[in-house]
């Protein structure tokens, strides 16, 4: 069965520092890897997702992920994190049989 | 906004209540799905609606009982709750098995 693990529950990064949320994954068959976000009291908002391709993509609002297959990962990376990008991140994988499975998700915190 | 618009946002119900939770998308989505978010737990996948035909059920107690009339409209019935079914619960909406979901805000259930 398909599965993500975010062993992070916590991020902390100061502003203007790079962040990177972790993501590794189990999967059969070729894996489609997603990253949402989510705001307090709020659904969860697409960011960017890998099917096929290269293996960086980028996505919204300055996110990109880097698909590795070598390691199963698939990390969520920003040049320079603004404090506004505080919120909760979650990895999703979805296999052929059209399930979405979600991470337990990652709180981020950016401080000023 | 997503395109995903669920009703009630917050819902309190006793035991013994039964009601409903409505989900619409008009975004010519083929898939639907409801999700639980409880709280430090990863979301979870209640039911899978592709082309109005259910296609999961994942171990879901009977007292949550789903329902898609047609494409655009996604009900979820509840009846006889736990207070351990006290969750944020999430509709979402997708065009194909590769693609990405969209989310509604979600109805915040409590059961008294």
């Known amino acids: 069965a398909q599965s993500v693990a975010q062993p992070e529950d916590q991020v902390n990064v100061a502003e203007g520092n790079p962040l990177t949320v972790k993501c590794t994954y189990s999967v059969s068959g070729n894996p489609y890897l997603f990253w949402y976000v989510q705001y307090p009291n709020r659904g969860l908002q697409f960011l960017l997702k890998y099917i096929t391709g290269d293996n960086l993509v980028k996505g919204s609002y300055g996110f990109e992920a880097e698909f590795n297959k070598s390691q199963t990962s698939f990390h969520l990376k920003k040049p320079s994190a603004l404090v506004s990008d505080s919120a909760l991140y979650f990895c999703?994988?979805?296999?052929?049989?059209?399930?979405?499975?979600f991470g337990a998700g990652t709180r981020l915190t950016v401080k000023p | 906004e997503t395109g995903v618009t669920q009703t009630p946002r917050h819902l309190v119900m006793g035991m013994t209540n039964k009601k409903s939770l409505k989900c619409e998308q008009h975004?010519?989505?083929?898939?639907m799905y409801w999700y639980k978010q409880s709280a430090k737990k990863p979301l979870e996948l209640m039911f899978v609606?592709?082309?109005?035909?259910?296609?999961e059920n994942n171990s879901v107690p009977s007292r949550f009982s789903p329902e898609c009339p047609n494409s655009s409209h996604l009900f979820l019935h509840l009846h006889t709750l736990q207070p351990e079914d006290s969750a944020l619960y999430l509709c979402?909406?997708?065009?194909?098995?590769?693609?990405?979901?969209?989310f509604g805000q979600g109805t915040r259930l409590t059961v008294v």
């Open positions: 975004l010519g989505h083929n898939a």
């Open positions: 979402a909406s997708s065009q194909s098995p590769t693609a990405e979901a969209f």
């Open positions: 609606y592709s082309l109005e035909e259910r296609v």
């Open positions: 999703a994988v979805r296999d052929s049989n059209n399930d979405m499975r």
